[in-house]
């Protein structure tokens, strides 16, 4: 049994809310904030000055975490390696984990984040399921978790609606309710992020790293294959732009794998689930033999695996396919 509950407060609306769960039920909660950038698109004036209002009214003290030197190492310069030679990077997956989780999780320590996601048990492991909000359904940002991690996570706002946490908030004087929900990357004006790898990561060079497989390129010509620092271009729109089997590595298998299994995958900008076969190949390699073909994909692409809408564990596309 845990004496003490860890929240990380972000200064919106869905943390802000499971403070209130986790005080009203009389659990003995420590907030924090963590601050891990500082320019003028990261708000955390803005959000302090939200957390200062709830914790007045719950009555409750704030502690800060500064994870700058963490961010930078882990998340940033990572972003700019994996773009400057044509792949993919999800920071927020990336930041979840070893900015908000990897300080708490490291110590044991059990916290409360406002994430829409929930936690199953099932044959005697822990699963990450879907929120029963599936519009705010939040598993993709949390897949790097392990399944020990997840015997220290509390998502409360899995049980409720994105509306009703507003409609509760509001009628606590919530002054967070005012807070616009958070996109895009912290360190980088919102939806700017296109113009951010354009001009200050590939400097206006080699602008085509930013397209995926299977995406038109210029004067009609496609992309069908990608490789480290190597683009393939095809004029004509055919099946070579399609893909049956790519490659994970990195995976992080969060429940049990049988491989007699049909399995769904997606990635963050997928749309929808693929159905698929999965095949080890060796301790770093898994297969995935999709159904149906797929396109506008990239090396990095973080890959989510799912078998009965519980999420069995992510990896990373492999940069051959």
Known sequence: MFKKIYLILSGGLDSSFCCLLTRKIGLLIK???I?????????????I???????KILRLKIYFLYFKNIFYQRIYLNLIKKYKIGGSFIPDTKCNYYVKFFYFLNKKKKIVTGHYSSISNYNKSIYLKSSKDLKKNQVYFLSNLSNFDLNFVIFPVSSFFKKEVFI???FMNFESIKRK???????????????????????????????????????????????INNIFLTYTNTTLLFIK???LTNFNIIGILNLNNKYNFYTKNSGK???????????????????FPIKKINFGQQI????????????????FF
């Open 245 to 247: 089997i790519i490659y």
């Open 181 to 227: 929900s958070s996109k895009g990357i912290c360190f980088i004006e919102k939806k700017n992020f296109k113009f951010f790898l354009t001009n200050k990561i590939l400097k206006k060079k080699n602008i085509i790293n930013l397209f995926s497989v299977g995406e038109k390129y210029l004067n009609n010509t496609y992309i069908y294959k990608k490789k």
């Open 49 to 55: 000055k939200y957390i200062f209002s709830i914790l």
């Open 273 to 291: 689930n693929y159905i698929c076969y999965l095949n080890i190949l060796n301790s770093k390699l898994i297969s995935i033999n999709s159904i």
């Open 304 to 319: 989510i695996i799912e078998y009965n809408n519980k999420i069995i564990g992510c990896g990373y596309l492999y940069p």
């Open 35 to 47: 601050i891990a950038w500082y320019n003028k698109f990261c708000n955390n004036i803005r959000n």
């Open 31 to 33: 907030c924090y904030y």
């Open 168 to 170: 509760l908030s509001k």
